[in-house]
């Protein structure tokens, strides 16, 4: 361990930074080690990351001191937010800006810190086709994170643009379900456009990637996806995975979809529309060829759904 350069990973109990964790288990001989940040160690993922080798410490993104003192002597620190857990677009940069401040107090060699475009350049200020929320933003979790960028200004850091998770079907409650004929449905703003999506776990192996190539990719803005594909392309390759009849796709409209009035609906709404109406730059701005260079393991959606069967199964099929 003490040869080894450490790398500090927000979030290691959560989706993105435990998979940055798990990316560094996995490579013992790589010659980097993981410190695991999360707010409580004695929380059941943290000890399970402690059993498997990571060194666990506590901080917290409100509390930049907390930061500092757990990225010291740190080499590199991957950085992420969770918006979800507070839905405010100030509180997340205001964390981005705690994690620079204490990385750059800590003068470690390379941040990657994940981020995502700023929804705002797509559209013009006046443009009316989706509410501005939160006063200023059109997605805030991603123009927050965009605006966040320039906090590491002065930090050697890589900008990871990452893309939908398809572990959104059992994490966040997206997996199709059956309607009232029985038949398994789903139902976006997406239209006929493609979402960028990719396995969350991906995240970590591409991240350590950058990590492992060095400091050339300081400076440099890294844009990741799996693949893109159409909720319709989605819906015929889980119908075929999971065994099941066709899945129906029903393609509302984003006011409606704002308008069902589950917590971030707004924001959803307005994401997946960004999703539908700028296919094109969204998709430009990820690469499937530049995430499969960094994670040679990188998997396209039948082979998420492959692995990930036995989770999606039950989120298909609700108690
Ligand atoms: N879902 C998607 O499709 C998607 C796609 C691209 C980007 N994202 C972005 O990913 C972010 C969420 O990451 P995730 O999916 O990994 O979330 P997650 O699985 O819900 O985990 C959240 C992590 O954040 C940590 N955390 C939250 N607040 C913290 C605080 N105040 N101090 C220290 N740690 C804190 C938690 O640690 P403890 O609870 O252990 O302290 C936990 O490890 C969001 O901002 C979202 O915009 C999501």
């Not at 199709?176 to 995240?203: R, V």
Request: aromatic residues 10%; glycine residues 10%.
């Amino acid at each position: 361990m003490a040869d080894k350069k450490i790398i500090a990973v927000v979030g290691a109990t959560g989706a993105q930074g435990g998979s940055v964790v798990e990316a560094i288990l996995a490579d013992p001989n790589g010659g980097f080690a993981a410190r695991a940040i999360t707010r409580d160690p004695a929380k059941d993922k943290a000890k399970a990351l402690a059993a498997k080798g990571a060194e666990v410490v506590q901080a917290d993104l409100d509390d930049v001191e907390s930061l500092k003192k757990a990225f010291a002597g740190a080499y590199g620190v991957y950085g992420v937010t969770n918006f979800w857990e507070h839905f405010s677009g100030e509180k997340e940069k205001a964390q981005a800006k705690n994690i620079a401040d204490a990385a750059k107090a800590a003068g470690v060699k390379h941040v990657v810190w994940s981020t995502l475009e700023d929804t705002r350049k797509l559209m013009a200020a006046d443009d009316k086709r989706m509410p501005m929320l939160q006063e200023k933003y059109r997605v805030p979790h991603f123009d927050a994170k965009a605006e966040a960028n320039a906090y590491f200004a002065g930090v050697p850091t890589t900008f990871l643009v990452t893309s939908f998770y398809w572990d959104n079907l059992y994490m966040f409650g997206l997996a199709p379900k059956k309607g009232a004929d029985g038949q398994y449905e789903w139902t976006f703003p997406m239209g006929t456009s493609k979402l960028a999506g990719m396995a969350a776990e991906d995240i970590g192996k591409v991240a350590y990637g950058i990590i492992k190539a060095g400091t050339g990719y300081v400076g440099q803005t890294v844009g990741i996806v799996g693949e893109n594909l159409t909720m319709t392309e989605m819906g015929e390759k889980i119908s075929k995975t999971m065994g099941v009849g066709p899945v129906r796709y029903n393609a509302v409209d984003a006011d409606a979809y704002r308008g069902f009035g589950f917590p971030g609906a707004d924001e959803m709404g307005n994401m997946f529309q960004v999703y539908r109406d700028f296919e094109n730059e969204v998709t430009a701005a990820r690469s499937a060829d530049v995430a499969r260079q960094l994670n040679p393991q990188l998997q396209n959606f039948d082979q998420f759904l492959a692995k990930n069967k036995s989770k999606i199964e039950p989120a298909m099929n609700p108690a």
